[in-house]
């Protein structure tokens, strides 16, 4: 029976994207071992989005010798607008706020300069 998911999140640098979910976000975690942290997540649901022909993101990753599907990580929130003021209060850049037909959105942009979408969804969830 599958009991899990388990999300790679890549990094320029992962010490200091590391340190901030455990710091900033304070996200629940583990240590597996020579600072390797394992993060507990929040609920999550999974959405199968088609991958254009032509376009410039990969629909994969090279992982333990097998070319794996790319995914995209939004985290997702009840009031976009007072998460980003407290991630603020806390010393957080995002990056503009935008509308879609499927929510509000903004990037959360990590210490080794890569983003992490967050969203207020306008679509029903799976979520508890």
Request: glycine share 10%; aromatic share 8%.
């Given at each position: 029976m599958i009991h899990g998911?388990?999300?790679?999140?890549?990094?320029r640098d992962a010490d200091a994207d590391r340190a901030?979910?455990?710091d900033v976000l304070a996200w629940p975690f583990v240590d597996a071992g020579h600072g390797w942290l394992v993060f507990g997540l929040p609920p999550g649901e999974l959405?199968?989005?088609?991958?254009?022909?032509?376009?410039?993101?990969p629909a994969a990753q090279r992982h333990a010798g097998r070319t794996m599907t790319h995914a995209v990580v939004y985290l997702m929130c009840e009031d976009l607008h007072a998460e980003i003021a407290a991630l603020a209060a806390r010393g957080?850049?995002?990056?503009?706020v935008r509308e879609a037909e499927w929510g509000v959105f903004t990037s959360i942009v990590l210490?080794?300069?890569?983003e992490l979408g967050l969203y207020e969804p306008h679509h029903p969830t799976a979520l508890p």
């Amino acid at each position: 029976m599958i009991h899990g998911a388990h999300v790679l999140l890549y990094s320029r640098d992962a010490d200091a994207d590391r340190a901030f979910l455990r710091d900033v976000l304070a996200w629940p975690f583990v240590d597996a071992g020579h600072g390797w942290l394992v993060f507990g997540l929040p609920p999550g649901e999974l959405a199968v989005h088609p991958a254009a022909e032509g376009d410039d993101a990969p629909a994969a990753q090279r992982h333990a010798g097998r070319t794996m599907t790319h995914a995209v990580v939004y985290l997702m929130c009840e009031d976009l607008h007072a998460e980003i003021a407290a991630l603020a209060a806390r010393g957080v850049a995002t990056t503009g706020v935008r509308e879609a037909e499927w929510g509000v959105f903004t990037s959360i942009v990590l210490p080794s300069g890569g983003e992490l979408g967050l969203y207020e969804p306008h679509h029903p969830t799976a979520l508890p």
